[in-house]
């Protein structure tokens, strides 16, 4: 399972001086000149104020919990920029966040989330369906009923066979990589089904786990009760496919579009452009507004620029949604304070603390990280309490059933400042009075994660705690942070990373990171090593509830455990600003995507 | 200044006997030829305040503990109390410059910028100056080998040479430096790194110094008084090291004084890369990579590690000009 981590990298990337055949004292003088120019363009270059300020936005933090600018005015073209490309168009095989969130513009699923700012977004309504699931008692049969006059974009009618269709190919694993797995992990557990490239049937609808008796309905048959399961059909790997125009790996170039727009261009690592799909019907579709006549999409890799562009009003907004760079947010915060938003996000960023590695395995070793640990500098390291996020006292974020004010070691208490004393205490009972040695990875790719580091070794270097900083290559992660044989060669005890949710609920925050049977040799997220049996339990419970109030207690109880065992460290609820561009109408942030804008419901002024 | 190098021609070396012309121009009595150079050297003020510098620079990476016990603030302890908390900037103005930080604190961190500019010199020079005698000691060795020998040894230093010369030196250390592992040869840590930042740029910069040697070797072992030893029974290695390598001193400690501040900005620009030294440890390329985050509203802290990269590798540049022109007789000044 490849879960969803944040998408926007900061690297800078610049020329290196490399070295020619010319002769080297000439260089040396020419790349002296270099560093010169540097040095005076920015002195001349500092400030940052260029005078003319943009129209006045709808007012800081105006698209937290309300809608900004609600208007119905159709047209005009809605701009997007971003440092990072969509990972793929094809529903079933993008794992992003801001790709699902955008991908809403040209793919239906059966249910989706509600288009409505703040956390009433995380309410899951009928999108092809009429309706969220009629289940069954048992909680085994999920039956929908789709809506009328559904349609592709040639015109002809989407019916509960291309549902089926799309999803199954999930399955076909060799083809159809990237997604999340969660519907074929619940359908078909043993994973008998081969997917509709080998299907032997006539019409490639061989999977028995679901039924379409009519083109009007779609009935899912689960071999074991799963509460969330609805949540993994809102998922784009939830989206109807037609299997005429089923390209196979080529199809996330050009996927069919089922939404109000369709793809005109696509230029991989360059530009996305939509236009409208004039097959598609409104009456058929009650969430999708659908105002701009055109969006564009422009990567460009450099963040600053990126900001800068959007200040100017080149652009409207940031399709990677991970919030304005230092620079970025400095100048707006000064200048346009009425475009921006403080977007809480569902990340947290953490240190995990290797079992596997000593002495971390043992508990008052971790206990002692946490008592020694100044959160409130690790705080004000990531960009205070309002750029940065604040200080986290449990393993789920707030917006996740399963977060509680449960603060054993007095985090909250003492505004996050560490406790010496009690650090120097737990030492003690680990048998390490003078401290111990370790080493902690942190990614280079990610603004701020390595400057986070370093505070952690000169904070932890108080009691003693001698900790090495390994800045690793974010890319290579998977393989290096995710391979518990790397870990324990390079004798890491630390991981500090960042964590959103799949989809807002304990299982799609909380599984990989602290169940013992999610821990893989590769691409692995349990990177505590945490193998806990009461834990896995309480997963198994708390999933085959259908019952949300009863799995939030189940997973308060696992909270609990996990921050009593010091298994896992979080440090911030992860924030953002983001810029609203003043031209944009009917925005808000919304929860089930990440604090991110709602692209879908966008519309602009001209 | 800005004239290219001239590869510093066989008469440059000769002994005071071989070479009368200048010397013995104003005074009868013979001068050696470091008293010739030494003369010169001091009538070059530029090159003189070069020297200074270098040694200044050389004495502040020394005493670095101490100088920043006096005035500074040990280089990896966060002031964040410093910072605005709203920005994550440096308080006041000039990147938050005072009494207590001269060169004011880092963003996102707070430490001292003075402190780390202080103990970035001791990376920059350290690795700087080793590299630059790895690269001086094989590429002397294996320059007067190819000269003095010629035919297929010289042949295959030769190739050799254009090899290394032509490989992507700085594509190359970045990789090797992500895939070495952490303790090696009984270093751990940064001293790894700087170990192999010394090898590694000491390796690449062999061959500069090796084709300076082998050339001036060419022309040497034509000289008479070589033939003069060589009849007189010498054997090679008394030719190689007491006959040639002397009078190959000076154009070797040019390109070694020269080849310093290619060094720093080679080490500056894998620091910057994410290559150098590993956090927290303070260097100035990766002081100058920091600061790119924030340069529209800290300029300061890009002009500190910019402004040092830039002095230093000027001062070592005048120094070696400077030195070049006191070791060559037939320079034009």
Known sequence: MVPRRETGTAIPEVEGKMRTGSP??????????????????????GGGDNGDKNEDGA?????LDKVVNASTKKGGTLKFVGKQDFDSLDPQRTYYGMTWDFLRFFTRTLVTYDTKPGEASNKLVGDLATGPAEVSEDGKTYTYKLRDGLTWEDGSALTSKDVKYGIERIWATDVITGGPAYIKQTLDPKGEYEGPYKDKSKDKLGLK????????TIIFKLPKANGDFEQFLAMPTGAPVKQSEDTRAKYTQRPFSSGPYKIESRKANKSLVLVRNDAWKKESDPLRPALPDKITVTISANLEENDKRLMEGDYDLDVNGTGMTQSGRVSATQDHKGSIDNIQTSFVRYVALVHNTKPLDDVNCRKAVFYATDFAGLQQTRGGEVAGGEIANSV?????????????????????KPDVAKAKAALKDCGQPNGFSTKITARTNNPGEVDAAEALQEQLAEVGIKVEVDPIDGAQSSSINGSPKVVKERGYGMIMSGWGPDFPTGQGYAQPLFDSRFIFENGNYNESEIKDKEIDGLFDEAIASTDPAKAKELYEQMNKRLIDNADWMPFIYEKNISWRSPRLTNVYSSAAYNGRYDYVSLGVVK | ??????????????????????AGARKVEGRSLKQIAWNRLKQDKIALAGGVTVL????V???????VGLLGHPPNEFHQEELDPLTNLPQGAFGGMSSDFLFGVEPNKGRDVFSRIVYGARISLLVAFLAAVVATVLGTLFGILAGYFGGWVDAVISRTMDVLLSFPQLLFIISLVSVLPDDLLGLTGSGVRIGVLVLVIGFFGWPYVGRIVRGQTLSLREREYIEAARSLGGGRRHILFKELLPNLVAPILVYATLMIPTNILTEAALSFLGAGVRPPTASWGGMLRDALETYEHDPMFMVFPGATIFITVLAFNLFGDGLRDALDPKGTR
């Open chain 2, 1 to 22: 200044m800005t004239a290219p190098l001239h590869e510093p021609t066989a008469e440059a070396a000769p002994s005071a006997a071989a070479d009368p012309a200048e």
């Open chain 1, 209 to 216: 786990a679901i039924e379409t008796p009519d083109d009007q």
């Open chain 1, 396 to 416: 789920f974020p707030k917006s996740i059933p399963g977060h509680t004010d449960y603060d054993p070691y007095g985090i909250l208490e003492r505004k996050g």
């Open chain 1, 59 to 63: 007012g800081y933090n105006a698209a």
């Open chain 1, 24 to 45: 080297k004292r000439r260089l040396a003088a020419g790349a002296a000149l270099v560093v010169a120019a540097l040095v005076t363009t920015t002195a001349c270059g």
């Open chain 2, 56 to 59: 200044v620079l050389a004495l």
């Open chain 2, 61 to 67: 990476a020394v005493f670095a503990p101490l100088i």
